[in-house]
């Protein structure tokens, strides 16, 4: 039996991954971060003989005694680094905490493995976040990098780790260029489930508009169970490479707001323009969208485009779920979750 460690397994796909390992037969770790409710964040909606089978380690990213007697007692087959702070606005904020978790916790890794376990594969979480300001769109392998941000930095820096590790060792260390990926275990912040919630929301009658910053950045959002196969067919390849995982498609934060709304029965006219901008129902013209300054980030990503050629070409991996259905589903989640208080995000 193949044994894998994830990191970051309480957030969005730490929950999908470990849902698809253990279906794959594996042992399954899990690495998180100790709090005072000891709660298990996306893993409590697993089911109670899959959250059993996972073995839980309590530590953080940035404890590398932590790390290295994990590393040399258990000798993994693959490790899969997901654990990050992995809000680019939140970056902008706390640009400190971010390099360390996200540069200083891979280094722990790849250190630790490189010390006690070199037959050890590797997964790194990297991003469509280190393109940036890009050159070129659809961005794939070969496009340059130009991040925007303190997190998208902190990833780059990350993806060289993993990069010179594998130059200069002869590990197996993988970097995953991963566009948006989304889904109903999505951290409240980001901004489709934070759309999807409102609707939900507006549509079982609150009077709460949601508040929104840049409406027209574009991003190439797919769904998150289908980019955790890509992070596992990346470990299985004979040699470690780097590869993007995306859909090929982008939408603005309008039109995702626009088709979140339209799953609950409301069309939106839009008013005004800038910070005045506001989006209506149309059908009673009540407020459901306002423009929040505080929402807006000091530099921004205008267009975020992948191509998964190579993914597709040498992994044989693909996306299945349609934008207009991701949203549905995640829309449709929001509603089931105001009927049925059970299915929050609130920890048993
Ligand atoms: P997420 O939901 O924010 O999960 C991040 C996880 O990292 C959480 O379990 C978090 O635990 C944990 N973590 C943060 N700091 C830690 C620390 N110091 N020690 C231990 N654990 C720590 O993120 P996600 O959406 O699942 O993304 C997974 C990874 O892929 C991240 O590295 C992210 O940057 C990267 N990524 C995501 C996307 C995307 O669209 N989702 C795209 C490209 C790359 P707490 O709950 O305790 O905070
Ligand atoms: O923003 C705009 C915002 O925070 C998407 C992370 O998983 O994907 C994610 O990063 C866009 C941006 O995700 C609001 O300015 C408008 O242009 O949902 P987001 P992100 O920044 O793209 C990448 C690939 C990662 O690697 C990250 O870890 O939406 N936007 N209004 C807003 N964004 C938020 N959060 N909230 C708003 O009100």
Redesign the pocket.
Request: proline content about 0%; hydrophobic content about 35%.
């Given at each position: 039996m193949k044994k894998a460690l994830i990191?970051?397994?309480?957030?969005?796909?730490?929950y999908f991954l470990a849902k698809f390992l253990l279906g794959k037969g594996y042992e399954v770790h899990g690495?998180?971060?100790r709090?005072s409710q000891m709660a298990l964040?996306?893993l409590v909606f697993l089911t109670p003989d899959e959250r059993s089978r996972i073995k839980m380690h309590w530590?953080?990213?940035?404890d590398h005694p932590f790390i290295d007697s994990l590393v040399r007692m258990n000798r993994y087959d693959e490790i899969y680094h997901?654990?990050?702070?992995?809000?680019v606005g939140l970056s902008f904020e706390n640009p400190k905490a971010t390099y360390d978790?996200?540069i200083g916790?891979t280094l722990n890794f790849v250190n630790a493995i490189k010390e006690y376990s070199q037959r050890t594969k590797m997964y790194f979480?990297?991003?469509?976040?280190m393109y940036g300001k890009a050159e070129a769109v659809p961005q794939d392998e070969r496009t340059p990098f130009h991040p925007r941000s303190p997190?998208g930095v902190a990833?780059l820096a990350g993806f060289w780790t993993i990069k010179n590790y594998r130059e200069s060792y002869g590990l197996y260390l993988t970097n995953g260029i991963?566009?948006?990926?989304?889904s109903e275990?999505?951290?409240p912040e980001f901004v489709t489930r934070k759309i999807a919630a409102g609707a939900a929301k507006i549509a079982r009658g609150s009077s709460e508009p949601i508040r929104l910053g840049n409406l027209e950045a574009r991003r190439d959002w797919g769904f998150?169970g289908d980019y955790v196969e890509g992070m596992w067919l990346m470990l299985q390849r004979p040699m470690p490479d780097d590869y993007v995982l995306a859909t090929g498609e982008n939408y603005s934060v309008r039109e995702c707001t626009e088709r979140a709304f339209g799953r609950v029965g409301i069309t939106i006219v839009w008013e005004g323009r800038g910070a005045d901008e506001i989006g209506k129902n149309a059908a009673n013209g009540q407020t459901v969208i306002t423009i929040d300054p505080a929402h807006f980030r000091p530099a921004e990503i205008d267009e975020l485009r992948g191509d998964a050629s190579k993914a597709k070409r040498e992994l044989g991996w693909t996306t299945r779920m349609s934008f207009d259905t991701l949203v549905a589903r995640m829309v449709d989640v929001e509603v089931a979750r105001l009927k049925r208080p059970d299915l929050q995000f609130t920890q048993a």
């Open positions: 990191t970051g397994i309480t957030g969005q796909d730490g690495f998180a971060r709090n964040g996306t530590g953080d990213v940035l997901l654990a990050a702070q992995s809000f978790i996200n916790g979480a990297a991003t469509s976040e997190y990833k991963l566009f948006n990926h989304e275990m999505r951290g998150a």
